[in-house]
């Protein structure tokens, strides 16, 4: 199976700020990627597919790039809604896997 | 607006069967296939499987044969069952709509609320 790994597992930041998550896979998943957003006791939510698609309702100021390996998910300007976990999950072979996630934190 | 409403007993012995539910409103299982996902206390997602509107399923290996997966258009359900539980099956398990991103392949835009399932003697 493709091993997602997401990096770093904890970030921590200021409001503002502009911020990189990494993800990787372990072979060439193209760009059938998603990001995925969780808050404490929520489900997840859908952020980005594609590698760099929007979903509806996602916020402008998050971005998804990269193909291949190698994907990243940007948050231009930090907002006290953006401070939660965050999941990239592969969909170019069964079976689908997660990364481990990256919790960003309030400096 | 598409609701996933699901539910299911929280609590099993080991041995037993895992079996919940998902209702789907304001939408139509036509086009999507529908899947279930678990989130151990306190760790990543793991996917389970998945059914298409005809009925066609595909498993994660790495719960063997344990997995049963049904849809029943007429009442707008899809289920989940899981037999012979361990504790490592405790965790969180979600529903969730996958759109086809790629062949038969792809991610969750809907997701139902999570049911927490303890697995415990």
């Known amino acids: 199976e493709i091993v997602m790994t997401q990096s770093p597992a904890t970030l921590s930041v200021s409001p503002g700020e502009r911020v990189t998550l990494s993800c990787r896979a372990s072979?060439?998943?193209?760009?059938?990627l998603a990001w995925y957003q969780q808050k404490p006791g929520q489900a997840p939510r859908l952020l980005i597919y594609?590698?760099?698609m929007r979903a509806t309702g996602a916020p402008a100021w998050l971005s998804g790039s990269g193909s291949g390996t190698e994907f990243t998910l940007t948050i231009s300007s930090l907002q006290s809604e953006d401070f939660a976990l965050y999941f990239c999950?592969?969909?170019?072979?069964?079976?689908?896997?997660f990364g481990q996630g990256t919790k960003l934190e309030i400096k | 607006q598409v609701q996933l409403q699901q539910w299911g007993a929280g609590l099993l012995k080991p041995s037993e069967t895992l079996s919940l539910t998902c209702t789907l409103y304001?939408?139509?299982?036509?086009?999507?296939?529908w899947g279930w996902i678990r989130q151990a206390p306190g760790k990543g997602l793991e996917w389970i499987g998945e059914?298409?509107?005809?009925?066609?399923?595909n498993n994660n290996p790495s719960l063997k044969n344990r997995v049963t997966m049904s849809l029943d258009t007429s009442s707008n359900q899809f289920s989940l069952r899981l037999s012979s539980v361990t504790a490592a099956d405790t965790a969180t398990y979600y529903c969730?709509?996958?759109?086809?991103?790629?062949?038969?392949?792809?991610?969750?835009?809907?997701w139902g609320q999570g049911t927490l399932v303890t697995v415990s003697s």
């Open positions: 072979q060439n998943i193209d760009s059938h």
């Open positions: 059914i298409s509107y005809s009925g066609s399923t």
């Open positions: 304001g939408g139509s299982f036509s086009g999507y296939y």
């Open positions: 969730a709509r996958m759109v086809r991103g790629y062949f038969d392949r792809g991610y969750f835009d809907y």
């Open positions: 594609g590698a760099n």
């Open positions: 999950q592969q969909y170019q072979n069964w079976p689908y896997t």
